[in-house]
């Protein structure tokens, strides 16, 4: 199924299609934060701006992995949000 | 934390645990997440193992099925999904930005279809889930289009001599999805019996639908 909110609505890093993880924790992070968001009830565009904030305190480094820059960031902004929410 | 007595050299010994490769940060701080979330009751365990694979190493051709098994038993969608397939796939919530367009290409007595991506791994993954593995791999993305015949086989699928063989190269742009021929014997069965027929290669082309009694 491609309907999960948070998973249609973002731009995930994928390559022709696929999800790219370089490690697992990138994927454990993805799947804990699907089930948290949804049992929170944070809405899709209120996270998405948690996302795009946590890029943006990243940073961007043309060396880093997209897929590791991406989920650290993912990571970043899920436990701010639980750290307020739950 | 466990070692005060300045013998970092074995700091690794102290839990019994050697670790093949080091633990990033990230994973550190994902594991400690998920703990405080399953203490609190938020998430389980489990509910993650089963959205990883669900989501993420394979949404699985299910979706595809589900395509087939409604196009052998409407014959309006039938016509609609021969006519806009993306819309058509689209009326049962499968979408994605990968798959804005998707052709479906029916089998019938005459020709057979198989897809292939002779440049890299363009694949219809809202209706197939992830490509297998070796629908990335060079020999066949190369043999599928010289040798299809002898492909096939190799796959286990025979088919009349007669029965002309087609070949679609998938895009960016386009991607393929097969419409297997619905299986003899299968009048009765519901549509959701129907879907469990229909195999992830049988929608690739290197692969029929099972039988009923196989199902």
Same mark, same amino acid.
């Given at each position: 199924?491609? /309907?999960?909110?948070?998973?249609? @609505?973002? /731009?995930? %890093?994928? @390559?022709?299609?696929?999800?790219?993880?370089?490690?697992?924790?990138?994927?454990?992070?993805? $799947?804990? $934060?699907? #089930?948290?968001?949804?049992?929170?009830?944070?809405? @899709?565009?209120?996270?998405?701006?948690?996302? *795009?904030? *946590? #890029?943006?305190?990243?940073?961007?480094? %043309?060396?880093?992995? %997209?897929?590791?820059?991406?989920?650290?960031?993912?990571?970043?902004?899920?436990?701010? #949000?639980? *750290?307020?929410?739950? | 934390? &466990?070692?005060?007595?300045?013998?970092?050299?074995?700091?690794?010994?102290?839990?019994?645990?050697?670790?093949?490769?080091?633990?990033?940060?990230?994973?550190?701080?994902?594991?400690?997440?998920?703990?405080?979330?399953?203490?609190?009751? +938020?998430?389980?365990?489990?509910? +993650?193992?089963?959205?990883?694979?669900?989501?993420?190493?394979?949404?699985?051709?299910?979706?595809?099925?589900? !395509?087939?098994?409604?196009?052998?038993?409407?014959?309006?969608? &039938?016509?609609?999904?021969?006519?806009?397939?993306?819309?058509?796939?689209?009326?049962?919530?499968?979408?994605?930005?990968?798959? &804005?367009? +998707?052709?479906?290409?029916?089998?019938?007595?005459?020709?057979?279809?198989? +897809?292939?991506?002779?440049?890299?791994?363009?694949?219809?993954?809202?209706?197939?889930?992830?490509?297998?593995?070796?629908?990335?791999?060079?020999?066949?993305?190369?043999?599928?289009?010289?040798?299809?015949?002898?492909?096939?086989?190799?796959?286990?699928?025979?088919?009349?001599?007669?029965?002309?063989?087609? !070949?679609?190269?998938?895009?960016?742009?386009?991607?393929?999805?097969?419409?297997?021929?619905?299986?003899?014997?299968?009048?009765?069965?519901?549509?959701?019996?129907?879907?469990?027929? !229909?195999?992830?290669?049988?929608?690739?082309?290197?692969?029929?639908?099972?039988?009923?009694?196989?199902?």
């Amino acid at each position: 199924m491609t /309907d999960d909110p948070y998973l249609a @609505t973002l /731009d995930l %890093p994928r @390559t022709n299609g696929e999800l790219v993880f370089d490690e697992p924790w990138q994927a454990r992070a993805l $799947g804990t $934060g699907v #089930i948290a968001l949804r049992e929170l009830g944070v809405g @899709t565009v209120e996270w998405r701006d948690a996302l *795009a904030e *946590a #890029i943006d305190r990243h940073g961007h480094d %043309p060396d880093e992995d %997209p897929a590791n820059a991406y989920y650290t960031a993912w990571l970043d902004a899920l436990e701010r #949000i639980v *750290a307020a929410r739950a | 934390m &466990h070692d005060h007595d300045h013998h970092h050299d074995h700091d690794h010994d102290h839990d019994g645990h050697h670790h093949p490769r080091p633990v990033s940060e990230q994973e550190l701080r994902t594991r400690a997440l998920e703990a405080t979330l399953v203490e609190k009751g +938020i998430v389980t365990s489990d509910a +993650i193992d089963a959205i990883i694979d669900r989501y993420v190493n394979d949404i699985g051709p299910q979706n595809g099925a589900r !395509v087939v098994a409604r196009a052998w038993s409407d014959p309006a969608y &039938h016509e609609r999904l021969l006519a806009d397939g993306t819309a058509a796939i689209a009326e049962l919530g499968f979408t994605g930005e990968e798959g &804005h367009t +998707i052709v479906v290409v029916e089998n019938t007595p005459d020709a057979h279809n198989v +897809i292939v991506c002779t440049l890299c791994s363009c694949y219809p993954w809202p209706v197939l889930g992830l490509p297998p593995t070796w629908y990335k791999s060079a020999p066949y993305r190369a043999r599928v289009v010289a040798e299809p015949r002898a492909v096939l086989e190799e796959f286990g699928v025979e088919l009349p001599d007669a029965t002309e063989i087609r !070949v679609w190269d998938s895009t960016a742009e386009v991607r393929y999805l097969v419409l297997p021929m619905r299986p003899a014997g299968t009048d009765t069965l519901a549509e959701d019996d129907l879907a469990a027929l !229909v195999t992830r290669d049988s929608m690739i082309g290197t692969g029929l639908p099972l039988a009923p009694t196989a199902a």
